[in-house]
């Protein structure tokens, strides 16, 4: 006779995860108890050796899909002679490391259930079992039970009730589990709030209202959506215009595959990522001029299909695709509450769809792209969020990383874990710090974590360092950007050896108090040093520059031609007017608002104004991603560039570059062999280093075609390379980055304290 304890962790709350292990037991013939604590799930069998060695087993090879086990400990015991197998009632006190779980995507039987006429749930829009439904944006607290989710307020119907308690059954408790007859419902309302129809009827009116050319905002799992005919030019380009957002691409939501491959081209991988239970939204190529107003001036679309019933009902009624795109005003915080949605989402919408179940925590849609032959997140957030990335080791203290200034999330370590907030987004309007905030606030009291250290940006004008700064009593560091970056990939990939880290992104600011983005660091988990980077170039009226393609092109042309280029027939030329080119002409000479900025994405604008691509951006990475449309597989070749010591480490000049490129007959090939250019350059500065681990990080790296080619290239040579691909690579991911350098922080000199 054989007592054993096991304490597994992971995500094993909410995802069906008991009833496994009771189902096993049982039919092993085992006695004993499972049950839920904050930490995760406490097992105890006893048997036979040989059966409780089956259970063990099985417990690792027959995971309920949902499940995921990190840690695992077991513990012999004396024998206690239990006469059966039950799940206990969850225990509230212990260590709060239990798994917040991610929202998860409807599930193939509930899709059958909603839409067979015959189940009590037909077309019931909050369907859901344990194998399916939200979770991260409807719990309040831990552990995961009814009681401390948003669905408190419904009491279960007998039915439910009776399916909630009996192991056997798919919906065994699954805390979201309601029914037309208990659980939340929908309405429809008019842009001033006023209800004009319920439940059935409210659907069919929304969807009348798509269909007629209308724009709806519809309450969803995360936040409100807006949503429109997505193959309607006028009332897309209302949207745009009612919304404030002129170009950048739209998501659209397609009912399936079959209807997603009249619309766009994916590949294999691309529609696995869109079925993958996670249903982020999928970055792929459209087909002719298909959708054009979705995403104008670029050939890919960001693509996802139907993740709760709503959906379903409303692509299963249109039989045309939709832009489904964030309810909010540009760049602000998700809308989330129905009172809200009425007065900020009201004035941009014809009608709203709204129910009854409360969103504890607004949560966007993740964006995720094919890159290097792996899934790259662009945006981390529904779906993923937050599952923690678990580190090999533990980490030295508990702390909190504020992360960026743009589509910043922020992030919390302890013990051997990192969790990473959803996407915050944009931290330049006061909403966006007051989400920072509630979101913060929310973390930090649901694991009940209080940091010991807190690691901010070393810039001293973000939001989140100003932040961190007013904290009282808190001990903080600042991180340099790119190195930051480069964490941030060791991190994901579980590193601690010295690494060469190529960041490479818009801009950051730099040890020295200049913007940087070209970096090429020696660096490992306490220190870094720049050992190369790009030749910096004057940003033409500052932050001004970042909009405007045709400025770092200009400031190229005067680096290399001099007064002469204000005369010169080039389109960064031409798109100003002669007076205002005189202006910058003097700024740059007398280095008047012309920041020095060593910035690889400043250098793909000025290849995408000089190339006549794109000379003012209405949205950030606009050049880069009409760049990256550009690439041909059939230029092969690349520009000439050198490499010179500089004041600090060595520095890429570009100068022979442009010259090649103003002299390249053509055209069409040129964005290409610019980025081979850069592949050459990467291979270049990875052997200077001679570090055998390279980490590569950066928006710059979301651009798939650079991405796979330096990886391939740098394999070939010998090193191992890392990129991103489980957190972003752009500023997203920084606060993985920051977290995993104060985690890990051995010494602590630097480490200011509020009043020093
Ligand atoms: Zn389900
Ligand atoms: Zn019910
Ligand atoms: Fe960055």
Known sequence: MVRLKLHVKGAVQGVGFRPFV??????????????????????????????????????QSDTPPLATITHWETARLAAAGYGEFEIQPSAADGARAAVLLPDMSICTDCARELRDPRDRRYRYPFINCTNCGPRFTLIEGLPYDRRHTTMKGFRMCPHCQAEY????????????????????????????????????????????????????????????????????????????????????????????????????APDAAEEALLLSQERPVV????????????????????????????????????????????????????????????????????????????????????????????????????????????????????VLAVGGHLKNSFAIG??????????????????SLAHFEEALGDLCALYQFKPELIVHDLHPRYETTRWAQAQIGGARVALQHHYAHILSCMAEHGLQEPVTGIAWDGTGYGADGSLWGGEVLA????????????????????????????RAALSILFDLFGEESLEMDLPPVTAF?????????????????APLCASAGRLFDAVASLTGLIQVCTYEAQAAMMLEDCYDLDVTDHYTYAIEPAQ???????????????????????????????????????????????????????NAPLCAMVLQRLKEAGFRVYHQRAVPPNDGGLSLGQAYYGGMLENTDMVTRKGD
């Open 22 to 59: 009771y189902r096993t037991a049982r039919r092993l013939g085992l006695n004993g108890f499972v049950s839920n604590n904050p930490a995760g799930v406490l097992i105890e069998v006893e048997g036979d050796q040989e059966r409780v060695d089956r259970f063990l087993h099985e417990l």
């Open 648 to 702: 600090d480490g060595h520095e890429i000049d570009w100068r022979t570059l442009f010259r090649e490129l103003l002299d390249d007959k053509d055209r069409g090939g040129a964005p290409t062999r610019f980025l081979n250019t850069l592949v050459a350059i990467a291979h270049d500065a990875a052997v200077r280093v001679g570090r055998e681990v390279v980490c590569l990080s950066g928006g710059v790296f979301q």
């Open 523 to 550: 660096c490992d988990l306490s220190q870094s040093e720049r050992a190369l980077h790009l030749r910096p170039l004057r940003l033409l009226g500052g932050e001004r520059a970042v909009r405007e393609p045709r």
């Open 283 to 398: 970055l792929i190529r459209k087909k002719g001029r298909l959708l054009r107003a979705v995403s104008p001036g670029l050939q890919t679309i960001g693509a996802f299909l139907p993740y709760s019933p709503l959906h379903h009902l409303i692509l299963d009624g249109l039989h045309r695709p939709v832009v489904a795109t964030s309810g909010n005003l540009s760049e602000e915080p998700i809308v989330k509450d129905n009172e809200e949605a009425v007065v900020r989402l009201g004035p941009l919408c014809d009608a709203l769809l709204l129910h009854d179940r409360p969103i504890h925590r607004r949560c966007d849609d993740s964006v995720v792209k094919q890159v290097g032959g792996a899934r790259q997140l662009i945006r981390r957030s529904r779906g993923y969020v937050s599952l923690p990335v678990v580190l090999p080791w533990r980490l030295k203290r508990r």
């Open 165 to 264: 308690d009996a192991p056997a059954d798919r919906r065994y408790h699954a805390q979201p589990n309601a029914c037309p007859r208990c659980g939340p419902a929908v309405w429809l309302t008019d842009m001033a709030g006023i209800p004009t129809a319920r439940g059935e009827a409210a659907v069919r009116e929304l969807l009348d209202t798509i269909a007629g050319g209308g724009i709806v905002a519809v309450k969803g799992v995360g936040g409100f959506h807006l949503i429109c005919d997505a193959t309607g030019e006028d009332v897309v380009r209302q949207l745009r215009a009612r919304k404030g957002r002129s170009a950048k691409p739209f998501a659209v939501m397609f009912r399936d595959l079959r209807q997603l491959r009249t619309f766009t």
């Open 414 to 431: 302890f013990e051997d874990q990192i969790v990473l907030s959803q996407h915050i987004g944009d931290m330049d309007s006061p909403e």
């Open 577 to 593: 007017a002669p007076a205002e080119r005189a202006v910058l002409w003097t700024a740059w000479r007398r280095q008047l608002h």
